[in-house]
């Protein structure tokens, strides 16, 4: 309603007299970010480009695929014990790797994490190793205990769980940073000590994050075990090697096929224990969806739950239904542990075998050198940039019809959970697996690195853009609603705009872990540096790994860089 005798004003004007205020400008930091991510997203374009990604190279391919297809077909199977037993070495590999990552992370975390650090030098310190931790591949390390312990699953189990330290000491450190400080205040308060306080305060409040992360990064290490495989560390990746090796595939792509399904089956189990440890808060749509046909199948409880009478003069927490089942999981989690350690077949001798050559096994490494080739590593340091901003491209731009399908406030809800599992089991195949079938059809080199990358990376950005837009704010929505636009119009200016902040600092994290990928991908001969470093290490050029590992550390410390700044220009 307008005043008497006024003119009525249009939809967004001011009355006479006011004026909008001004919009703040960017900063300079701001800017530049931008103008970064702009000329990567140019970067990726031209990789795509430059290694002939195109329709042209599958249909020169279709002949090889089919030729490898009527090679596998039918698949081969080993006897079912061996099977077992290399099903069982594999998972006690990565079981004790896991392990030993958690148990070298936390502590790490506790100096890296700002308020729990003992001083600014040492919280330094420890955020220098995780960086360097991260930077680190696995296939590297494995290479390296290789030749100190030998053949076997200590080179893998040694492994995974120094490469696994990076990942898990930044995410603990980061839940640790987040906590509320009100209960290790309440501790200080009363007279506790540090040591009372991180384990009376901080310890229990982080056990979410301990939970999630760990369950996390099992799936991972499940997936990475394959690659090693490849240099010798026993378990089925190395069955996967040998059989490949001499050209085997119906054996190899039957032992893949095993893989596959034990990935899965894992993946699957770690979201219902992540949902039975940590309840629904914690829980992936799978997990949901067992946990929910899991309560259609057991019989209803009736009748009041009558709660325990209070004893004052009790000091350990009563028996109840919630002690049973956290006592029940320690125990399975040990029988696991304990079984790993006898699967592993990992000997005292072999330890003081190593150890005692582990220096001069070292030595061997340094000083670093080119061996007149240093001009081929720079190039092939550059190949592996490009397979790894071709495949984080190509990832994202196949991954976002997905992840907008299985998000359940866009899509039906049956519709979401079937895309919510189509990811699930795209994550659950393994980047080396991935690598092989397109090294068939395209031949060596970096586009079948790149396509075996952009594949990985489906199940991680589909999870982000679903996981995003469930999470943006509905009131944008409706108030761009409101003003008569429609569900195009609604979903790119409010939806898309609220996700593109958090996407473009995952697509950063994403690149990074491409840039590692890229590297492994090298051992079956998709090109890049991680070929030269393989080939330098299996003619004893120790000097040549060392140059490789530094152009590797140099480059992916500089996208490591590049993501922090991009998380804190989109905050």
């Known amino acids: 309603m307008t005043a008497l005798g006024s003119e009525p004003r249009a939809a967004g004007e001011l009355p006479a007299g006011l004026r909008f205020p001004p919009r703040p400008s960017p900063s300079l930091s701001k800017i530049g970010n931008t103008a970064v991510l702009l000329a990567l997203a140019a970067a990726a374009v031209w990789s795509v480009m430059e290694l002939r990604i195109n329709a042209a190279t599958f249909i020169d391919g279709y002949d090889n695929a089919v030729d490898f297809l009527g090679r596998t077909v039918p698949l081969r199977f080993p006897p079912l014990d061996e099977i077992w ?22 502590p790490v975390a506790l100096l890296a994490a700002e308020n729990t650090t003992v001083n600014r030098g040492v919280r330094m310190v420890a955020r220098v190793f995780i960086v360097v931790a991260r930077a680190m591949p696995e296939l590297i390390m494995a290479m390296f205990f290789l030749r100190v312990f030998g053949l076997g699953a200590l080179p893998g189990i040694l492994a995974l769980g120094l490469g696994s330290i990076g990942m898990m000491a930044k995410l603990f450190t980061d839940a640790i940073e987040e906590l509320d400080p009100g209960p290790r205040e309440a501790l200080r308060a009363a007279g506790a000590g540090d040591l009372q306080q991180i384990a009376g305060a901080v310890i229990p409040a ?20 394959v690659i ?69 199948l057991t019989p209803r409880r009736t009748g009041a739950t009558r709660r325990p009478a209070y004893d004052p003069d009790r000091v350990s927490p009563p ?56 001009d081929k590593l720079l190039a092939a340091m550059a190949e592996t ?10 990832g994202l731009i196949l991954a976002t019809p997905i ?11 049956r519709v979401a959970a079937g895309f919510r599992i189509f990811m699930v089991c ?23 690195g790149a396509l075996a990358l952009s594949i990985g ?64 991908l090298g051992v079956i001969g998709a090109g890049g540096i991680g070929f030269y470093l393989l080939n330098a290490a299996r003619v004893l050029e120790f000097g040549v790994v060392t140059t490789c590992l530094l152009l590797i550390l140099a480059v992916v410390l500089l996208v490591e860089g590049l993501a922090l700044w991009t998380r804190r220009e989109v905050k």
């Open 385 to 394: 940039v490009q397979m790894a901003l071709a495949g984080t491209l190509l």
């Open 228 to 296: 090693l495989g490849f240099v010798g560390v026993g378990g089925i990746g190395l069955e996967i090697s040998s059989a490949l090796t001499t050209l085997n595939y119906r054996l190899g792509l039957g032992l893949t096929a095993i893989l596959l399904l034990l990935c899965l089956v894992t993946e699957l189990l770690s979201g219902v224990i992540r949902t039975a440890l940590l309840g629904r808060d914690y829980a992936p749509a799978h997990a949901t969806l067992m946990s929910r046909l899991g309560r259609r």
């Open 85 to 106: 037993s290399m099903v069982g070495q594999t998972l006690a590999i990565v079981v004790l790797g896991t392990v030993l990552a958690f148990v070298l992370s936390v």
């Open 403 to 413: 992840g907008v399908l299985a998000a359940r406030n866009v899509a039906p809800p």
């Open 206 to 225: 982080l056990r979410p994050a301990m939970v999630a992360t760990t369950l996390h990064r099992f799936d991972i290490n499940l997936r990475g075990s």
């Open 457 to 520: 990376a489906i199940g991680f950005f589909s999870k982000i853009i679903a996981d995003s837009i469930e999470d943006t704010d509905v009131r944008v929505q409706e108030a761009i609603r409101a003003t008569g636009a429609r569900g195009r119009q609604v979903f790119v200016a409010a939806t898309l705009r609220q996700v593109a902040p958090s996407l473009a600092a995952h697509t950063m994290h994403q690149l990074d872990n491409d840039l590692r990928g890229a590297t492994g």
């Open 319 to 374: 028996w109840n239904g919630a002690r049973i089942r956290r006592t029940l999981w320690a125990g399975a989690a040990l029988a696991i542990l304990v079984a790993s350690v006898i699967g592993a077949q990992v000997t005292v001798a072999q330890l003081e075998g190593g150890l005692g050559k582990a220096l001069h096994t070292l030595g061997l490494y340094f000083p670093p050198e080119t061996a007149q080739i240093g």
């Open 426 to 448: 795209v994550r659950a195949i393994p980047g080396i697996i991935i690598g092989i079938c397109f090294v068939v059809i395209t031949g060596l080199g970096a586009t079948a």
